[in-house]
């Protein structure tokens, strides 16, 4: 029997996460999950819990949620001028509230809960779909509920070394591997995507990030629609890359000129629209 924890006050664009639905992608249903997976992980570490469990997803660094019962939490991801420090265990009594005023930082911020948050699976997987209608946002009023296993004197006093903490004011070149499509493109749009400097647009989602840079001609013209992962760099007709994000399509219709490595895909998504960066080419 699940206990009430946390009351949400304010949450502009938050939602429950965990790490995803797998095994789901062939029929048509995207992986979903935090979009921050190592932030997923380190904030379920620090509480004691499964890597993959359900944590909240919070949008912009902007939330307020308020303590109905004594509680452990852990706070990771975007610096989100917070009213309590992040990457450590906070012991929350009860009525006490937590206040994220926006991110400085990155993009995602990650709130786990100790003894794990009680949260419908669809799927195997207690993560927001809004599209296809599994789950939706939180809402102020909504009560976060925590299972009965929780272990507090276990765990108090965790923190992630400052060392680890990632520094999300800087981001590294971003690692991508050649695509399907990577030598069907001229080697000068190749090039351009390598040097060139790509700049995260406003519209940009949990489905999709748009970059705005040098245009990179030359795709192939019509191509049948084939499998795309979470990572694939599509490129349209307008020249501009898509980088399909957790929420994205399984299929695509877009030549697939390269993909983001998985441990990089983390660092992208905490790049908050107007973030500039680069591109360095690797191998799987």
Same mark, same amino acid.
């Given at each position: 029997?699940s206990?009430?924890?946390?009351?949400?006050l304010?949450?502009?664009a938050?939602?429950?996460?965990?790490?995803?639905?797998?095994?789901?992608?062939?029929?048509?249903?995207p992986?979903?999950?935090?979009m921050?997976q190592?932030?997923?992980?380190?904030?379920?570490?620090?509480v004691?819990?499964r890597d993959?469990?359900?944590v909240l %997803?919070?949008?912009f660094?902007?939330?307020i949620? &308020?303590? +109905?019962a004594?509680?452990?939490?852990?706070l990771?991801?975007a /610096?989100?001028?917070?009213?309590?420090?992040?990457?450590?265990t906070?012991?929350l009594?009860?009525?006490?509230s937590?206040?994220?005023?926006?991110?400085?930082?990155g993009?995602?911020?990650?709130?786990?809960?100790?003894g794990?948050?009680?949260?419908p699976?669809?799927?195997?997987?207690a993560?927001?779909?809004?599209?296809a209608?599994?789950?939706?946002m939180?809402?102020?009023?909504?009560i976060i509920?925590?299972?009965?296993?929780f272990?507090?004197?276990?765990i108090?006093?965790?923190f992630l070394?400052?060392?680890?903490?990632?520094?999300?004011?800087?981001?590294?070149n971003?690692e991508?591997?050649?695509?399907p499509?990577? %030598?069907?493109?001229?080697?000068?749009?190749r090039? &351009?995507? +390598?040097?060139g400097?790509w700049e995260v647009?406003?519209q940009? /989602?949990?489905t999709?990030?748009?970059l705005?840079?040098?245009s990179?001609?030359?795709?192939?013209p019509?191509?049948?629609s084939?499998?795309?992962?979470t990572?694939?760099?599509?490129?349209?007709?307008?020249?501009?890359?898509?980088i399909l994000?957790?929420?994205?399509?399984?299929?695509?219709g877009?030549?697939?000129l390269?993909?983001?490595?998985?441990?990089?895909?983390d660092?992208l998504?905490q790049?908050?629209?107007?973030t500039?960066?680069?591109?360095?080419?690797?191998?799987p």
């Open positions: 029997m206990t009430p924890a946390l009351e949400i304010e949450a502009p938050a939602s429950i996460q965990d790490a995803g639905r797998k095994g789901w992608r062939s029929f048509g249903v992986s979903s999950g935090a921050d190592e932030s997923l992980r380190q904030a379920n570490r620090l004691g819990n993959e469990s359900p %997803e919070i949008a660094g902007r939330a949620f &308020r303590a +109905l004594s509680v452990t939490i852990a990771t991801g /610096d989100a001028s917070a009213s309590h420090p992040l990457w450590r906070l012991r009594t009860p009525g006490e937590v206040h994220l005023r926006g991110a400085k930082s993009l995602w911020c990650y709130v786990a809960l100790e794990e948050m009680d949260a699976h669809f799927l195997g997987s993560s927001v779909y809004q599209r209608g599994i789950g939706r939180l809402r102020p009023g909504d509920r925590r299972s009965r296993d272990r507090t004197n276990t108090a006093g965790r070394s400052p060392e680890a903490i990632p520094d999300w004011r800087h981001p590294a971003i991508i591997w050649p695509g499509e990577w %030598e069907a493109f001229p080697e000068s749009s090039t &351009r995507l +390598l040097e400097d647009s406003a940009s /989602d949990r999709g990030y748009r705005q840079g040098a990179l001609p030359g795709g192939p019509g191509i049948l084939g499998p795309v992962l990572g694939t760099i599509q490129v349209p007709p307008s020249g501009q890359p898509i994000m957790r929420d994205g399509p399984t299929v695509g877009y030549a697939r390269a993909s983001v490595s998985p441990p990089d895909l660092r998504a790049c908050a629209p107007g500039r960066f680069q591109f360095q080419l690797g191998s």
